[in-house]
């Protein structure tokens, strides 16, 4: 049986990240007895960060389309989560990378994580998926999946006092300093969406699709 381009590379992908969640795994068994860490703490650690979700997103995603379950999602679900993924990296190397440097099962994660993951999706979303005008309206619409972990992650904070994000950490920032940069990082998500959107419809043109 041949298989095509496209789907080796989505069966490709899902074998990475599936390497990525593995080491993940070996990553929260590492730390539990540290400090007296538990497993529900470490897991707890493990799912307080924005690359978790938006990488399990990827993740299942690739899942779903080796095994041809996602056929009848919309272009738009392709470029939103293009939105997603290229803030984690570009956020990632641009202003957090400098802060550790990881080792061991932990270079693994970061590497698959920040860094190929998401090229790799960037890669699919241009030769693999299909490409019809976009609204720009649906950058603000993309927000909600960052709001909705943004609410989740102060929640975690101000009762844990652990702060994935340390500039959005009320323990040590003002509060004013916090909501500045809780906005600017929704503000970011609507500028990303809008040049992903920008970049889909002028592939789009190029190519002479119409709206489906």
């Not at 095509?4 to 599936?18: L, N, Q, V």
């Amino acid at each position: 049986m041949n298989i095509s381009i496209k789907k080796s590379y989505e069966i490709f992908c899902t074998i990475i990240f599936a390497i990525g969640f593995i080491f993940q795994f070996l990553v929260i068994q590492e730390r539990v007895g540290i400090d007296g860490m538990t497993w529900f703490q470490s897991i707890a650690k493990t799912l307080s960060y924005m690359t978790i979700w938006t990488n399990i997103i990827l993740f299942v995603t690739f899942i779903l389309l080796t095994f041809n379950k996602i056929n009848h999602f919309k272009p738009s679900y392709f470029s939103a989560l293009l939105t997603y993924i290229a803030i984690v990296g570009v956020v990632y190397h641009v202003a957090l990378a400098h802060l550790w440097t990881p080792t061991g099962y932990l270079l693994v994660t970061d590497r698959i994580f920040h860094t190929y993951g998401p090229l790799l999706y960037l890669i699919y979303w241009l030769f693999f998926t299909k490409k019809t005008p976009l609204d720009y309206t649906l950058s603000l619409k993309w927000v909600w999946y960052p709001t909705v972990y943004t609410i989740f992650f102060m929640i975690l904070g101000l009762t844990t006092h652990n702060y994935p994000y340390p500039i959005f950490n009320l323990d040590t920032l003002p509060f004013l300093t916090v909501f500045r940069n809780l906005f600017m990082n929704l503000m970011t998500y609507i500028v990303f969406g809008a040049i992903i959107i920008a970049t889909n419809n002028f592939i789009s043109k190029r190519k002479g699709e119409v709206v489906a």
